[in-house]
C-alpha cells in the first residue's frame, strides 16, 4: 500500500467543488421525489434503490473533475484506496426511506478526510480526521458547509448551536439503526428520555438530524449502528457551529455509537450499549 503524503489539498476548492456534487444530486433528488422508485434490496427497516447507486456514481464523476486521485467512499461503495491520505466519504442520498416514500426529508452528505498526522487528532477508529463538510437538503434548498478550524454556514449564513441547558426544555432527535440488536438496544432509552425532555423527533435522516443541531433546531442527536457515511460532513458542522460531536467505534463495517449536542447537556446523555 502507498502511504506516501500527497500535495496538500485547498479546501476551499474542495469545498465548491463538494457543494457542487451535492447540488447536482440534489436536483435529481427533486425531480424523483413523486416518481416510480426501483428498490435494489429491501429489508425490514431499509430500502436500497437503484438511485442510491445511480446518484454516488454522479457525485464520483463530479468530485473526479477537481480532484482526479482521491478515493472515495461511500454507502453504496469503494472507489480507489480509502485507505490513502485523503478520501471522500459519501452518502448519496441521507433518508433514503423517507424519499422512497415520497416523504421530503432527505439530503446528501458529502465530507473530505485526511488520514490524521498524529492519533491524537483521529476523530474516527480508522485515524481519519475530516476537513470540510457538505450536507445539501434540496427540499428545503439549504446547504450546510464547514472547513475545520472555520465557522459552519447555512447558505452561506453563520450558524451556532443552541444554549438550552436544561434538559427538561430540549428537544432531542433519536435514531433507531436498522439492526434488531440496536432496536432493543435503543427502545428502553428512548422511553426513558421521553419523560426527561420537552420533545423527542425520529425524523429519519441522520446527516440532517446533526446539521439540526448545529443551527439550534435540535439540542441534541443520538444513534447507536450509525455509520461514517452518515455523520462524517454533519459531525464536522456541527464542532464548526460550536457544538460536541462524540462518538465511538462498535461492532460492524465503519459502525459508531453518537452524540451530537451543544455541549450544554452531554453529560446528561448516553447512547444505548
Known sequence: MNMKPSKQIDLAQAQ???VRAAQTVGALMRRELNVSKRANTVTQHDIKLELDVRSQGLI????RRSFP?????GE?????NAAAEYRWVV????GTVNFAYGIP?????IALQRRAQTPRIAEFKDGFQTLVGVVYDPFCDELWTAIRGQPA???GTVIRVSKRSKLRETILSIGFAKTRENLEATLPYFIDLTHRVRKLRI????ALALVYVATGRFDAYIERGIHLWDIAAGGLIVECAGGEFWQEPIPGKHAYRMIASNGLIRRRLRVPN
Open 16 to 18: 465548491a467543488a463538494t
Open 153 to 155: 454556514r447555512l447558505n
Open 203 to 206: 425524523m429519519g435522516s441522520a
Open 60 to 63: 464520483e464523476k463530479a468530485l
Open 76 to 80: 453504496e461503495g469503494v472507489a480507489g
Open 91 to 94: 452518502d448519496p442520498i441521507d
Open 105 to 109: 426529508h432527505a439530503c446528501v452528505s
Open 69 to 73: 486521485h482521491i478515493a472515495l467512499l
